[in-house]
């Protein structure tokens, strides 16, 4: 194997510094590159004192570096003399020591019988003065894919692990960059935590793990988040753009066998408060890596080339960790005074063009976001194609824009009712940004905390509640009108795309759910346990709650339910009486009806398609349907394990039950129920935040044992996550049964989907 070391050693440069910190794969290139040679003697000396380079047992008749140079001096005449140190960084700022390996290194130069060589080992590149002229740097180089897909499957065969060989493209680029130190690490801890297994579910302690990476750092910070794309309100047009992007991340692999290209990033500029940071979270949790925050601040040093080198430091992390995003916020104040003219300090110069040559040139799997106010201070060429992938310009958010960001607060504090007029709040806080709005429901809630009333009615959020809140608050496009006034003109004059307008490509944007009570959830791939093969799941509105009574009594107008409660699962209803209160529901909205019953009589059911036309169940795509639908069994395996917010935080196939391994946490089962059915929502939810999908009664899916198009009053259907009636066993995730569809059981309801 050919490496600069070979022919550094070969070229006869007395002193070589390798720029590592993974011990390990430098003795294995050590070992390479030093097997040419027949009369060698390779030595090792760390701050404790000499090892045994095979063996790493201590010597104790060396009792410090310089005594051990003064030792192999001679040597050195002899045969080929290879000397290692590692982790000495104290004892290389002494005089003596440094004078003594000069003597060695100037001793190589004017004698051709004089053989030896000094490898110096460090994290850090602190080169002594009096050795820089002798000295050679040397990075180690990391492994490619292939090296760590081969490095992946020999660890699994030493360690006698399970490899999820559809998994091992994409796992092998989630590792790129790491030294082999980290990857034995990090996988053994994939072993420790994941059963045994290899595979892309580990993501999450890959993520971890390199976290720890970027702790250990003093330039980089590893932001943690929770925001999702679906707490922005508004910017269809960007949320779109990020959530394609996020296609090509987590199929990397499949991706660049295709030919597509890595995304390189983006660049957010607008009005402050306006969500470009929030954007910058979400992108990391809708990507599903690490995120990192570049703060240019941390690169500036006091002495000569410190700052660049800060730069090559913090970008070259970056790498070792990705795929991940790194988030430069507020970049224009980073390389303030960089323009036209000339502007800025020398250092500033450099760093900015340090950057932009990385950034047009980078080939890694680095993401970048960057987010600034004013960009008309920068350069054109900060600009240019190449760079970023695309500029977004991110404006105060309009009217519809201002009524879901209400709604989204709201939400998240549990005071969103039907009372509540988003309409009238949006129309009187124009020109408010999502910061402001968002402190207008703060000190709403916070107001009528502060009132200690006991009555219920008198506790809820009102309308005239949040508008009294907003005269507390001066909107920041007031405070700041006459800056806004020139940014806005400027943007103008670079025709950046807006972050609001929604791409004309055909494809529908998941914006505003149709009611309160359904939840976005974004679709993924994945391996379900009862299939041997990787499956996709489109993106989906699911009810968080299981068919109310009050819900079926409201479209079907008489209830079937023997448990009657209007928050109570409505029971007692076929799969057939579900998928007709499915249809009259999606005609209620507009939407149109999924399921076409004009040939019924002859034992058949169809499915209305996007494109006006009718499919049967064999040949029909459920992702190209309108209106309300029970959910196929992989969509609801999907959901009910908490889709790609579990893949994220490790718990996909954790946990037995929806949500949690305990199950009196999150189901009503025969151990709990008294026997009968309980009010929805009254047990802890899953990830997504959607409840009962174990325990209280099972749901009707779409599918059958056998072909779905002849539908035969003896065709039984599956239904999942168990009942009030069931054992703990039958309320698992995994876990199924099968009725009969012409038949309602009072164990058994249903919950909606529809595809987005």
């Known amino acids: 194997m050919e490496t600069n070391l070979s022919k550094y050693l070969r070229a006869r440069r007395p002193i070589i510094w390798v720029h590592s910190g993974d011990y390990k794969e430098v003795d294995t290139i050590i070992t390479e590159a030093t097997k040419e040679y027949k009369n060698k003697a390779i030595f090792e000396y760390r701050a404790f004192g000499a090892v045994n380079f095979e063996t790493k047992i201590k010597s104790d008749e060396v009792a410090d570096l310089y005594s051990f140079l003064n030792i192999l001096f001679s040597v050195g005449f002899k045969t080929n003399v290879f000397l290692l140190i590692k982790n000495t960084e104290e004892e290389m700022k002494e005089a003596r020591n440094i004078a003594f390996i000069k003597k060695i290194a100037e001793k190589m130069y004017n004698d051709i019988n004089y053989n030896f060589n000094i490898i110096i080992v460090d994290e850090d590149v602190n080169v002594p003065k009096g050795l820089e002229k002798f000295t050679s740097i040397i990075d180690i180089e990391t ?246 992938d695309e500029v977004f310009f991110i404006d105060f958010p309009n009217e519809e824009e201002r009524e879901r960001i209400f709604e989204i607060h709201l939400e998240k504090r549990g005071k969103m009712s039907d009372d509540i007029n988003l309409k009238e709040l949006a129309e009187e806080t124009e020109g408010y940004c999502g910061a402001d709005i968002e402190e207008i429901v703060k000190n709403a809630v916070e107001n009528k905390f502060i009132l200690e009333t006991e009555n219920e009615e008198e506790k809820k959020i009102t309308t005239n509640n949040l508008l009294e809140a907003t005269k507390s608050i001066d909107s920041l496009s007031n405070i700041l009108s006459d800056k806004i006034n020139v940014l806005k003109k400027s943007y103008k004059k670079f025709k950046i795309k807006s972050a609001s307008q929604k791409i004309k490509n055909g494809k529908r944007i998941a914006g505003k759910t149709t009611f309160k009570d359904m939840v976005i959830v974004n679709g993924g791939k994945y391996t379900p346990s009862f299939f041997n093969e990787e499956r996709e799941v489109c993106d989906l509105e699911v009810c968080k709650y299981q068919t109310t009574q009050d819900m079926w009594m409201e479209v079907m107008k008489k209830n079937p339910s023997k448990y009657k409660s209007s928050r109570k699962p409505v029971e007692t209803v076929s799969w057939w009486d579900a998928l007709e209160f499915c249809n009259k529901l999606s005609e209620k909205y507009g939407l149109k009806p999924v399921y076409d019953f004009s040939e019924i009589s002859k034992g058949e059911l169809k499915i209305n398609q996007l494109n006006g036309k009718s499919e049967y169940l064999e040949t029909a795509d459920f992702n190209k349907t309108q209106g309300f639908r029970l959910p196929t069994e992989i969509e609801w395996d999907w959901f009910a394990r908490g889709g790609e917010v579990a893949m994220q935080d490790g718990t996909f196939f954790d946990y037995r039950y929806s949500g949690s391994n305990k199950i009196s946490e999150v189901a009503w089962y ?76 009072n164990y058994c309801g249903f919950r909606i989907v529809r595809t987005i």
């Open 143 to 388: 492994m490619d894919e292939t090296t760590i897909n081969q490095y992946i499957q020999d660890f699994a065969q030493k360690n006698n692990a399970r490899i999820y060989w559809d998994d091992l493209g994409d796992l092998s680029i989630s590792l790129k960059g790491l030294t082999k130190l980290d990857l034995d690490h990090i996988l053994n801890m994939i072993l420790e935590e994941n059963y045994g297994a290899i595979s892309k579910g580990a993501n999450q302690i890959i993520i971890r793990e390199k976290g720890q990476i970027i702790k250990k750092s003093s330039i980089l910070e590893i932001i943690d988040f929770k925001e999702k794309i679906e707490e922005i309100g508004g910017l269809e047009g960007l949320k779109e753009w990020l959530s394609s992007k996020a296609q090509v991340f987590r199929r990397l692999d499949e991706a660049k066998k295709f030919g597509v290209d890595t995304p390189k990033g983006v660049l957010l500029v607008g009005m402050p408060g306006c969500g470009k940071s929030l954007a910058a979270k979400a992108s990391a949790r809708l990507f599903n890596v690490p995120l990192l925050r570049l703060d240019i601040g941390r690169l500036l040093g006091k002495y000569v080339g410190e700052s660049e080198y800060n730069m090559r430091v913090a970008l070259k992390t970056a790498e070792s960790i990705s795929p991940c995003i790194l988030w430069i916020d507020e970049i224009e104040k980073a390389f303030a005074g960089i323009d036209q003219n000339g502007g800025a300090s020398d250092i500033t110069k450099r760093l900015f063009g340090q950057f932009l040559t990385w950034l047009q040139e980078k080939e890694n799997t680095v993401f970048v976001v960057a987010t600034a106010n004013d960009i008309t201070a920068f350069p054109p060429e900060f600009l240019r194609k190449g760079r970023f």
């Open 670 to 745: 025969c151990d709990n129920s008294e026997n009968q059915t309980h009010d929805v929502g009254t047990k802890k939810p899953n990830q997504l935040g959607i409840y009962d999908c174990s325990g209280n009664v099972s749901e009707w899916c779409h599918d059958a044992n056998t072909t779905m198009r002849v539908l035969d009053n003896g065709r039984n259907k599956r239904t999942k996550g168990g009942s009030w009636k069931g054992y703990p066993e039958n309320c698992r995730v995994s876990s199924f049964s099968e009725l009969e569809a012409i038949y309602g059981y």
